[in-house]
């Protein structure tokens, strides 16, 4: 369960660097599809702080949270899941070889004429389609914006992290399906607020004092170890 939740959050990765303005965008994401007795662990809550370059996302729910800061060149990972804290870091280079060898093609993008207003801006609904290594076709809707400006379709997704191909915007709203464990689940993550309150550098400095921390390599085997694969 904590491998489904953890794949959706990472999702906002793949939008968090910006131009030269101050973001600080509010998200919630939930989980339609689990049993009663989890529906609890599909709620949760992200603030993604932007500046320039720099990133931070603060997720928290349930089970625990975790924090990725970056500053478009390193990344830190840190997770704390309900007292079991551990971490890594990774250069962006680091990143973009972990995504040599993938067998997927690059998302096919639809943009269609459909628009809807979130969190105060204009967003039209574009589908993305990705294949991974099985040939199974994925999709995701996204609501985009070009509203806020993002250097996220010049970055490399990371390892496990959703690809959302050279999508034009920023997106504010994601909806996906997924099979896992024998349940169908819908995925629904969708941005409450949008602030351009100038953001402090201290913001996104973090210690990883306490957490158990590893390397980029020793992190990707146990999250791979975790998906079963």
């Known amino acids: 369960m904590k491998t489904i939740i953890t794949c959706a959050a990472l999702v906002l990765v793949s939008a968090i660097a910006f131009a030269q303005d101050n973001y600080t965008v509010k998200m919630n994401m939930k989980i339609d599809g689990l049993p009663a007795e989890y529906a609890a662990m599909g709620e949760q809550e992200t603030l993604t702080y932007l500046k320039g370059e720099k990133s931070k996302v603060e997720i928290t729910g349930m089970m625990g949270s975790q924090i990725i800061v970056s500053d478009g060149k390193n990344y830190t990972f840190l997770t704390d899941a309900m007292g079991n804290k551990s971490g890594y870091t990774a250069t962006k280079e680091e990143m973009e070889r972990g995504e040599k060898g993938k067998s997927e093609s690059k ?62 915007g920023y997106p504010l709203e994601m909806e996906m399906k997924q099979s896992q464990q024998g349940m169908d689940m819908k995925i629904m993550i969708t941005a409450s607020e949008v602030t351009t309150t100038p953001i402090a550098d201290s913001v996104f400095n973090v210690s990883t004092d306490g957490y158990n921390m590893v390397s980029y390599k020793d992190a990707m085997e146990k999250m791979k170890g975790g998906m079963g694969k």
């Open 107 to 168: 998302p096919k993008i639809e943009y269609t004429t459909e628009k809807k207003m979130i969190a105060g801006y204009e967003c039209t609904k574009a589908i993305v389609t990705s294949t991974d290594k099985d040939k199974k076709d994925n999709q995701i809707i996204v609501w985009i914006t070009e509203k806020i400006t993002s250097n996220a379709a010049k970055n490399k997704k990371g390892k496990n992290m959703m690809d959302l191909g050279d999508i034009k």
